[in-house]
């Protein structure tokens, strides 16, 4: 599935061309934020397919459930756009799409194949994403009811956690985020930015890394 969204369609068509692109639980323009992913686990339907192939499902239709919360508007629109992608290669997504009161009992029953979630990404700091539903590092985390998430990644994150030194942190974390990535349990598409209208004569306007206003530097030129 890793490779099978594009988000690129996904930023140009329901994000407005203002959201961008993302493989990784690392923000752009932070420390851990490794570009080559970008490339690597970019959308590749030809290689998707040949996974396909290798697992014995070319040519066969695979149903599975997908579970969208109408919490955000784009999610239903995104969940939509894959499901059209995943079709093409013979998995058919059947979507329940539910207001956020029906959700969280079917999400935290794990009744479902697949989930279309909002998530916080990592920003400033390397462990920020871990807060997030589905990165977890306890049995509340969804994709590991009860039994909690892999031993390795919350190995990863302790290894992480374990040093005060920025650029082992930095270099832990991006093992983490491989490690995230090629088990494949949660994938990133997308990045929603925020939008601001600022008039004329304000200048040295900013957003940090973690969305947040950067106000030190404006002023009025008038």
């Not at 969280?104 to 994403?129: K, M, N, Q, R």
């Amino acid at each position: 599935m890793r490779y099978l969204l594009d988000r690129e369609t996904i930023a140009k068509t329901i994000l407005g061309g203002i959201g961008k692109a993302q493989v990784q639980v690392a923000a752009p323009g932070t420390p851990a934020y490794d570009p080559k992913l970008d490339e690597e686990f970019a959308f590749n339907p030809a290689k998707a397919r040949e996974l396909l192939t290798q697992a014995g499902l070319a040519g066969k239709t695979t149903k599975v459930s997908g579970l969208v919360s109408t919490s955000t508007q784009e999610s239903p629109e995104i969940a939509q756009i894959i499901q059209e992608d995943l079709k093409k290669v013979g998995i058919e997504v059947n979507l329940n799409i539910v207001e956020p009161s029906r959700y969280f009992p079917v999400y935290f029953a794990g009744t479902f194949d697949i989930s279309f979630l909002f998530l916080t990404l990592a920003t400033i700091d390397p462990t920020d994403f871990t807060i997030s539903s589905a990165y977890r590092l306890n049995a509340t985390n969804p994709a590991w009811l009860e039994t909690g998430p892999p031993k390795e990644y919350i190995e990863a994150i302790q290894k992480l956690n374990a040093t005060i030194d920025r650029r082992e942190r930095w270099t832990n974390l991006r093992a983490a985020v491989r490690y995230l990535l090629d088990q494949s349990w949660a994938l990133p598409t997308n990045l929603r930015l925020p939008t601001y209208g600022i008039a004329k004569p304000v200048r040295g306007f900013g957003v940090d890394p973690q969305m947040l206003l950067t106000l030190k530097a404006t002023w009025l030129d008038r």
